[in-house]
């Protein structure tokens, strides 16, 4: 679903309706509201301005408040925990291919040369 206004958002009952999905465009929301990079330990106050910076950054056209978002935030608490759990997944599956690249990747060899 697009997000384009406050109406909008109201028709979202789950996270996924959100269609949220990993862009530079949240984070650099995030960091021009806050003025730094997001970070673990940023608090509850980091989390739901990086949820509102998905939510902005995931649908460009959107035309939201910071207050009456927050008003439907505090309406919906339950939406800030799937946010958290999709963030989360959403790193552990990022870490996952880092991983898997780094596996992968080819080992540095002696260049054929025998061990002396």
């Not at 649908?59 to 989360?88: H, V």
Request: negative net charge; contains cysteine.
């Amino acid at each position: 679903m697009t997000i384009k206004t406050i109406k909008d958002l109201k028709k979202v009952k789950t996270i996924k309706d959100l269609n949220l999905h990993s862009t530079f465009r949240a984070h650099i929301i995030y960091e021009q509201i806050m003025g730094e990079s997001f970070s673990a330990n940023a608090g509850l106050n980091g989390v739901i301005v990086l949820f509102f910076s998905y939510i902005m950054g995931c649908n460009k056209d959107a035309n939201l408040d910071y207050e009456e978002w927050f008003d439907w935030l505090d309406a919906n608490p339950n939406m800030l925990g799937e946010f958290t759990d999709w963030l989360i997944s959403m790193n552990a599956a990022k870490s996952k291919l880092e991983g898997d690249a780094t596996e992968e990747a080819p080992k540095e060899t002696d260049g054929g040369k025998k061990n002396e």
